[in-house]
């Protein structure tokens, strides 16, 4: 029977950045995933005459400095991704508007995720790090010990630590018996890639629409965005026409961006947010949105996995250091440094999400006049851009 110093369920973003961490501590590990190798997964199309993909992260500084530490090459970022230079937020059914320094970068996930896995094949990585793809979990045992995993494929494996990278619907979760606290929105996420008339110049624009939250996210080329419109009418909004959707977009952009004058094809996803009650159980633990998921308002949810791996790979790191401590102290510790930071973000983008639900004419009042007022507090901006660079 095969063992491991760790296993990875999971091969998305968040699970191999733990990958990488992990290996490069000089442990052996396992990571699998259900789906396909990122090099044979779909990416970019044909989108406008371009090959770009409508599903993007936004990168803050500090997740930057942690893939950079992980082997992906520092030029990836500026060759690869769109670097955000401020952010504005305005009001679109009122008069508020407000404008936040930012750094960091939009990145397609596929990109990311091939430079990930890129960084996999470095010679002593490589060697320590055995990969599966289209295998699942079927089956957990654990003790003081040791994890016993088996896979779809009928094997089973040890291991002295079982790390849950696997998404939102974390099959991980459910098989240590860890419950969630999860709630859906009454909206659906709609994607595109978009062309505005007018250049974005590196800057991340969000209006409050009475629709719901609309969002240009600036890709390389200067006059294209990755549109998400959080919206009660993203149906309606997919089956229409791109003229007429792209006339319901111009409503908003015109302001900044000039109208809407292309749009790739479109996708929905739903919008919920859910946390698990415990992190941490045994000889196994949850990251990433196995552990917590957020509306993607704030555009935070990844940075917050990749901050999950930092904490749980120096705290395994200090274990090897300092033999005294338990594993499950550890990861104990682990849990009581994320599940804080991660549940105030939560509650944060859960209420931005309802202050901006379509209101009162009151609330529109008082929400345009919060906004302006922000907007004058040079202090509190500064620590709302830290916080979203990722110093909380």
């Not at 682990?334 to 105030?344: H, I, K, S």
Request: hydrophobic share 45%; glycine share 8%; net charge neutral.
């Amino acid at each position: 029977m095969a063992r491991y110093d760790f296993v990875i369920a999971g091969a998305g973003l968040v699970g191999l950045s733990a990958a990488l961490a992990l290996t490069r501590q000089g442990l052996k590990g396992l990571i699998f995933d259900h789906g396909l190798a990122p090099s044979a997964a779909s990416g970019a199309t044909q989108v406008l005459g371009l090959d770009r993909s409508p599903r993007v992260s936004a990168i803050n500084p500090a997740s930057v400095k942690f893939l950079t530490q992980l082997g992906v090459a520092p030029a990836f970022f500026d060759q690869a991704g769109c670097s955000v230079s401020g952010m504005t937020v305005w009001d679109g059914d009122g008069s508020g508007e407000l404008s936040l320094p930012s750094a960091g970068y939009i990145i397609e996930n596929h990109r990311l995720l091939n430079a990930l896995f890129n960084a996999l094949g470095q010679p002593s990585i490589a060697e320590a790090l055995t990969q599966q793809f289209e295998v699942g979990i079927v089956d957990l045992q654990q003790d003081d010990a040791t994890v016993s995993i088996t896979l779809t494929t009928g094997e089973t494996i040890q291991s002295g630590l079982l790390i849950g990278a696997d998404g939102s619907a974390s099959r991980t979760r459910d098989l240590l018996g860890i419950q969630s606290v999860a709630w859906r929105y009454d909206q659906t996420a709609l994607v595109c890639v978009s062309e505005t008339a007018l250049p974005h110049q590196g800057i991340a624009r969000q209006s409050f629409t009475p629709e719901g939250p609309l969002a240009f996210l600036p890709l390389p080329e200067p006059n294209h965005s990755v549109l998400v419109w959080s919206s009660t009418q993203a149906q309606a909004q997919l089956h229409c026409s791109e003229k007429e959707f792209a006339a319901m977009a111009s409503v908003h952009s015109a302001r900044p961006l000039g109208p809407v004058t292309a749009i790739g094809a479109r996708a929905v996803f739903p919008l919920q947010q859910q946390h698990a009650i415990r992190y941490a159980k045994g000889r196994s633990v949850l990251v990433g949105d196995a552990a917590h998921s957020i509306h993607p308002l704030a555009g935070q949810g990844l940075n917050l996995g990749f901050a999950d791996v930092v904490s749980l790979s120096q705290a395994i790191e200090n274990l090897r250091l300092d033999q005294r401590q338990s594993l499950s102290e550890v990861l104990r510790r682990y849990e009581a440094q994320r599940r804080p930071v991660n549940l105030r973000m939560t509650a944060a983008t859960d209420l931005l999400k309802r202050v901006f639900d379509p209101p009162s004419p009151l609330l529109r009042l008082a929400r345009s006049t919060g906004m302006r007022w922000l907007q004058n507090q040079t202090r509190l901006k500064q620590a709302l851009s830290l916080a979203a660079a990722g110093h909380l």
